[in-house]
C-alpha cells in the first residue's frame, strides 16, 4: 500500500474500526486511541500490507489494541456490572426501553471477541475465513463463537421480555 | 468432517441454519436433532437473534494520518540553513554557557554511537539571539545555585502552552537522527504559547537531578504488563537526556505523544516521579489513569509531571529532590 492509498482509503476505513471498538465495548475516548494506534501501525508498515488487506489490517489491529486497553483497564469488572445490571432486568422484565437499548444490553454481556465477530460479520459482512483471520482464530472457531454469541444474545432479549415476534 | 456429537454440534446446527451444508448431512442433522430437543431450541435462538446493523452515528474523528512534517521547517533549504547556523553558533553558546570554567553548564556528552543523546534537532537562524540571552540567563541564575544542577522555569509553564504543537514534530524521530556534538538546547524549540516570562524565573527555579532523569528515561520499567502495546516499549531505544532542564523534559514528552510506543515510555518517567510523592495518591492514580489512554493521556502525564515535581520542590525545599 502506497502512501497515497494509505491516505485515500483511510477516512473509509477508519469509521469502521471505530464502528468495532465502540461494538466491542469500547468508549469514545479509549475506541479513537485503540484506531489511532491501529492507524499508526498500519501507516508504519504500510508497504508490506496489501491494499485488499489494508482494512482487514486496520480491523484487526484496533480491536488487538482495545483488548489490551480492556486488560489494563480490568474491564471485567464493567463487564460483571453489565451483566448484574442486564440479571436485574431479567429479575424486573421493563419493555419501556426499546429494542436498541434492549440490543445494548445483550450484547454487554457478550465478551470483546463475541461482540467483534458479531459486528465483522453482520456489519461488515465479512466471511469466516475473513474474520478468523482479522481476529486469529480458527474458522471453526469464528463459527462456534457466532453460534454462541448468537443464542447468548437471544437468550437475554428473551428475558427482557421480547419474545419472538419483535 | 467428524460426525455430530455434543462437543461439536454448535458447528453442525450454525452450518444446518446458514444452509452450509450437503442434503445427506442435513439428514444427519436432522436425526440427531430428533434425538436432542435441548439442541433443537438453540437452533431456534440462533435463527431468532436479531442482526447487528450499522451504527451510522460512530465515527472516528481523530487524526488518521501521522504527521511526518519535519520539525525545522518544510523544506530542506531552511533545514540545512539552520544546521549550518547551529554549526556556527554552537562554540559562541558554548563559550556562553561554560562562561565559568570551573562550573561549565552542562552540554551534550560525546557518547558512543548506541547512547547517542536526543537533543533538538537544530535551530532555525530566526532563534539565535533567543539562544543567546537565554543561556545567559541561564548562567546568570545557576550562579545563584548549585552549579551542578539546571534549572527550569515552572511558573511559566504552568500557565502557557509553552510546548510545541505534537505536530511540529517529527514522527519516530530517533535518537541516533540527532548529531552527537548539537547543543541541547531546550528553549531553541519553537513555542506555539507567549514565551516563558524569563523576568520571573528567579523566584521558580526549581533544581532537577540530572542524572536520575537521565535514568528514568534510560531504561523501561520492569514491572510493565506483558502485552501488545508493552511490547513495543521493550524495543524502543534508550533515550539519554544530556541536559538537566524540566523545559526539556517536557518538551520531549509532547514530542513522545505522537509515537504510542515512546509516550508509553513517557508516561513511565510521570508514574516514577508520582511515586516519590506517596501522599499523592490521587495524582498518582492520574497518572495511572493516563497510562491507560496512551497516546492522548500522555499530555495529562505531562501536566503531572510538572507538577509533582513544583509540588516535591515546594514541599522539600531542596535540591536535587526529584530521585528516582
Given at each position: 500500500m502506497t502512501a497515497k492509498e494509505y491516505t485515500s482509503a483511510i477516512p473509509l476505513w477508519a469509521d469502521d474500526a471505530m464502528r468495532l471498538a465502540v461494538r466491542c465495548g469500547g468508549s469514545k475516548a479509549d475506541s479513537e486511541d485503540a484506531v489511532q494506534e491501529a492507524l499508526a501501525s498500519l501507516w508504519q508498515c504500510r508497504e508490506s500490507v496489501a491494499l485488499e488487506k489494508g482494512k482487514g489490517y486496520l480491523?484487526?489491529?484496533?480491536?488487538?489494541?482495545?483488548?489490551?486497553?480492556?486488560?489494563?483497564?480490568?474491564?471485567?469488572?464493567?463487564?460483571?456490572?453489565?451483566?448484574?445490571?442486564?440479571?436485574?432486568?431479567?429479575?424486573?422484565?421493563?419493555?419501556?426501553?426499546?429494542?436498541?437499548?434492549?440490543?445494548?444490553?445483550?450484547?454487554a454481556t457478550l465478551s470483546g471477541q463475541q461482540r467483534a465477530i458479531l459486528?465483522?460479520?453482520?456489519?461488515?459482512?465479512?466471511?469466516?475465513a475473513e474474520i478468523g483471520e482479522a481476529l486469529d482464530l480458527s474458522v471453526d472457531q469464528v463459527q462456534v463463537y457466532?453460534?454462541?454469541?448468537?443464542?447468548?444474545?437471544?437468550?437475554?432479549?428473551k428475558s427482557m421480555g421480547y419474545g419472538t415476534d419483535q | 468432517m467428524e460426525p455430530i456429537n455434543d462437543s461439536n454440534y454448535e458447528l453442525w446446527l450454525l452450518r444446518y441454519a446458514d444452509d452450509g451444508l450437503t442434503a445427506d448431512e442435513r439428514k444427519r442433522v436432522e436425526?440427531?436433532?430428533?434425538?436432542?430437543?435441548?439442541?433443537v431450541e438453540e437452533l431456534a435462538l440462533y435463527r431468532e437473534a436479531p442482526r447487528l446493523e450499522r451504527d451510522e452515528s460512530v465515527h472516528y474523528t481523530a487524526a488518521t494520518q501521522p504527521n511526518t512534517r519535519p520539525l525545522w521547517g518544510k523544506t530542506w533549504r531552511w533545514t540545512a540553513a539552520a544546521a549550518v547556523a547551529l554549526l556556527l553558533l554552537t562554540p559562541l553558546a558554548l563559550r556562553l554557557l561554560g562562561g565559568n570554567d570551573a562550573e561549565p553548564m552542562q552540554v551534550a556528552q560525546a557518547t558512543p554511537p548506541?547512547?547517542?543523546?536526543?537533543?533538538?534537532?537544530?535551530?532555525?537562524?530566526?532563534?539565535?539571539?533567543?539562544?543567546?540571552?537565554?543561556?545567559?540567563?541561564?548562567?546568570s541564575t545557576d550562579s545563584k545555585s548549585s552549579p551542578s544542577v539546571g534549572t527550569r522555569r515552572a511558573a511559566a509553564a504552568a500557565d502557557s502552552p509553552v510546548f510545541p504543537v505534537a505536530d511540529e514534530l517529527l514522527v519516530n524521530e530517533t535518537l541516533a537522527d540527532v548529531p552527537t556534538d548539537t547543543l541541547l538546547m531546550a528553549d531553541a524549540v519553537p513555542t506555539?504559547?507567549?514565551?516563558?516570562?524569563?523576568?520571573?524565573?528567579?523566584?521558580?527555579?526549581?533544581?532537577?537531578?540530572?542524572?536520575?532523569?537521565?535514568?528514568a528515561t534510560r531504561h523501561v520499567p520492569t514491572d510493565v504488563p506483558a502485552d501488545d502495546s508493552m511490547d513495543q516499549v521493550t524495543t524502543v531505544e534508550p533515550i539519554l537526556i544530556e541536559e538537566d532542564t524540566l523545559d526539556y523534559l517536557e518538551q520531549r514528552l509532547l514530542a513522545l505523544a505522537d509515537g504510542t510506543r515512546e509516550g508509553l515510555q513517557g508516561s513511565y518517567l510521570g508514574r516514577r516521579l508520582a511515586?516519590?510523592?506517596?501522599?499523592?495518591?490521587?495524582?498518582?492514580?492520574?497518572?495511572?489513569?493516563?497510562?491507560?489512554?496512551?497516546?492522548?493521556?500522555?499530555?495529562?502525564?505531562t501536566d503531572l509531571v510538572v507538577k509533582l515535581i513544583e509540588v516535591n520542590s515546594k514541599e522539600n525545599n531542596q535540591q536535587n529532590s526529584i530521585t528516582l
Amino acid at each position: 500500500m502506497t502512501a497515497k492509498e494509505y491516505t485515500s482509503a483511510i477516512p473509509l476505513w477508519a469509521d469502521d474500526a471505530m464502528r468495532l471498538a465502540v461494538r466491542c465495548g469500547g468508549s469514545k475516548a479509549d475506541s479513537e486511541d485503540a484506531v489511532q494506534e491501529a492507524l499508526a501501525s498500519l501507516w508504519q508498515c504500510r508497504e508490506s500490507v496489501a491494499l485488499e488487506k489494508g482494512k482487514g489490517y486496520l480491523l484487526s489491529a484496533t480491536y488487538r489494541r482495545l483488548m489490551s486497553t480492556f486488560r489494563h483497564m480490568k474491564v471485567q469488572r464493567e463487564f460483571a456490572a453489565a451483566e448484574a445490571l442486564t440479571s436485574a432486568y431479567c429479575q424486573q422484565p421493563d419493555t419501556d426501553f426499546d429494542l436498541r437499548e434492549a440490543l445494548d444490553r445483550s450484547m454487554a454481556t457478550l465478551s470483546g471477541q463475541q461482540r467483534a465477530i458479531l459486528q465483522l460479520r453482520d456489519v461488515e459482512g465479512y466471511s469466516y475465513a475473513e474474520i478468523g483471520e482479522a481476529l486469529d482464530l480458527s474458522v471453526d472457531q469464528v463459527q462456534v463463537y457466532l453460534f454462541r454469541a448468537r443464542v447468548a444474545m437471544r437468550k437475554q432479549l428473551k428475558s427482557m421480555g421480547y419474545g419472538t415476534d419483535q | 468432517m467428524e460426525p455430530i456429537n455434543d462437543s461439536n454440534y454448535e458447528l453442525w446446527l450454525l452450518r444446518y441454519a446458514d444452509d452450509g451444508l450437503t442434503a445427506d448431512e442435513r439428514k444427519r442433522v436432522e436425526q440427531w436433532l430428533d434425538a436432542h430437543p435441548e439442541a433443537v431450541e438453540e437452533l431456534a435462538l440462533y435463527r431468532e437473534a436479531p442482526r447487528l446493523e450499522r451504527d451510522e452515528s460512530v465515527h472516528y474523528t481523530a487524526a488518521t494520518q501521522p504527521n511526518t512534517r519535519p520539525l525545522w521547517g518544510k523544506t530542506w533549504r531552511w533545514t540545512a540553513a539552520a544546521a549550518v547556523a547551529l554549526l556556527l553558533l554552537t562554540p559562541l553558546a558554548l563559550r556562553l554557557l561554560g562562561g565559568n570554567d570551573a562550573e561549565p553548564m552542562q552540554v551534550a556528552q560525546a557518547t558512543p554511537p548506541a547512547e547517542t543523546p536526543r537533543v533538538a534537532s537544530a535551530i532555525s537562524t530566526t532563534q539565535h539571539d533567543a539562544i543567546i540571552a537565554d543561556a545567559a540567563h541561564r548562567v546568570s541564575t545557576d550562579s545563584k545555585s548549585s552549579p551542578s544542577v539546571g534549572t527550569r522555569r515552572a511558573a511559566a509553564a504552568a500557565d502557557s502552552p509553552v510546548f510545541p504543537v505534537a505536530d511540529e514534530l517529527l514522527v519516530n524521530e530517533t535518537l541516533a537522527d540527532v548529531p552527537t556534538d548539537t547543543l541541547l538546547m531546550a528553549d531553541a524549540v519553537p513555542t506555539v504559547g507567549p514565551k516563558p516570562d524569563v523576568s520571573t524565573a528567579d523566584s521558580a527555579v526549581i533544581l532537577i537531578d540530572n542524572e536520575a532523569i537521565a535514568e528514568a528515561t534510560r531504561h523501561v520499567p520492569t514491572d510493565v504488563p506483558a502485552d501488545d502495546s508493552m511490547d513495543q516499549v521493550t524495543t524502543v531505544e534508550p533515550i539519554l537526556i544530556e541536559e538537566d532542564t524540566l523545559d526539556y523534559l517536557e518538551q520531549r514528552l509532547l514530542a513522545l505523544a505522537d509515537g504510542t510506543r515512546e509516550g508509553l515510555q513517557g508516561s513511565y518517567l510521570g508514574r516514577r516521579l508520582a511515586r516519590r510523592l506517596p501522599e499523592n495518591q490521587e495524582l498518582l492514580a492520574q497518572v495511572d489513569e493516563a497510562r491507560e489512554r496512551t497516546p492522548r493521556g500522555i499530555r495529562m502525564v505531562t501536566d503531572l509531571v510538572v507538577k509533582l515535581i513544583e509540588v516535591n520542590s515546594k514541599e522539600n525545599n531542596q535540591q536535587n529532590s526529584i530521585t528516582l
